[in-house]
Nanobody
Framework: VQFVESGGGLVQPGGSLRLSCAAS????????MSWYRQAPGKARELVAT????????TYADSVKGRFTISRDFAKKAVYLQMNSLKPDDTAVYYC?????????WGQGTQVTVSS
């Protein structure tokens, strides 16, 4: 199982970033995919989830209306479009795959929102 995460970086408040997570080594279409984040000194938190079919998405209240999760079955990838970024969004963002049989984590990508 392998995840290749990309798209993180430094952005000014109000800016946008698009995170990508390319997956391999497991049956991507059978897994619920999520993005989590962990800020320094804080617990890891769920940011957004997309169902195995791609029809259902859920978001943390703190990112609703600003972030959009999507998935591409052909590319076996999941994305997180982040708009109107705030300093509080600064964290390491992790890709996550889950089904009844188990779960997998990506290595994380750093997002820093600062002027």
């Amino acid at each position: 199982v392998q995840f290749v995460e990309s798209g993180g970086g430094l952005v000014q408040p109000g800016g946008s970033l698009r995170l990508s997570c390319a997956a391999s080594g497991f049956a991507f279409s059978n897994y619920v995919m999520s993005w989590y984040r962990q800020a320094p000194g804080k617990a890891r938190e769920l940011v957004a989830t997309i169902s195995d079919t791609g029809y259902t998405t859920t978001y943390a209240d703190s990112v609703k209306g600003r972030f959009t999760i999507s998935r591409d079955f052909a590319k076996k990838a999941v994305y997180l479009q982040m708009n109107s970024l705030k300093p509080d969004d600064t964290a390491v963002y992790y890709c996550h795959a889950e089904r009844m049989s188990g779960a997998y984590w990506g290595q994380g990508t750093q997002v820093t929102v600062s002027s």
